[in-house]
């Protein structure tokens, strides 16, 4: 399962194996290995995907479905209008 939310985040992000390898300090092997399911990150390159990824290791593991969106950087009038456009499409669901 985190293979291929390895992948997936990795192709959304619009990076190569070897963008994603460079940026973590290893090789692109390793990251081929982890996105074939040949191997697993190690609990430190699990906390580094999820920083690289701004997602959550739970979702990185597969406990949580739920992406994490950083805000952090945005005013608060930015946040206001992201969290009223997420309840709208909230409503919208059903």
């Given at each position: 399962?985190?293979?291929?939310?390895?992948?997936?985040?990795?192709?959304?992000?619009s990076?190569?194996?070897s963008?994603?390898?460079?940026?973590?300090?290893?090789?692109?092997?390793s990251?081929?290995?982890w996105?074939?399911?040949?191997?697993?990150?190690?609990?430190m390159?699990?906390?580094?995907?999820?920083?690289?990824f701004?997602?959550?290791?739970?979702?990185?593991?597969?406990?949580?479905?739920?992406?994490v969106?950083?805000?952090?950087?945005?005013?608060?009038?930015?946040?206001?209008i992201l969290?009223e456009m997420?309840?709208?499409?909230?409503?919208?669901?059903?």
């Amino acid at each position: 399962m985190i293979a291929e939310k390895i992948k997936k985040l990795r192709e959304s992000n619009s990076m190569t194996q070897s963008d994603v390898a460079n940026r973590l300090g290893i090789t692109r092997s390793s990251v081929n290995a982890w996105e074939m399911g040949i191997s697993v990150p190690s609990t430190m390159y699990v906390v580094e995907l999820a920083r690289l990824f701004s997602v959550s290791t739970d979702y990185l593991l597969g406990l949580e479905h739920k992406t994490v969106l950083d805000i952090s950087d945005l005013d608060e009038t930015e946040v206001r209008i992201l969290t009223e456009m997420a309840r709208y499409m909230k409503e919208r669901q059903g």
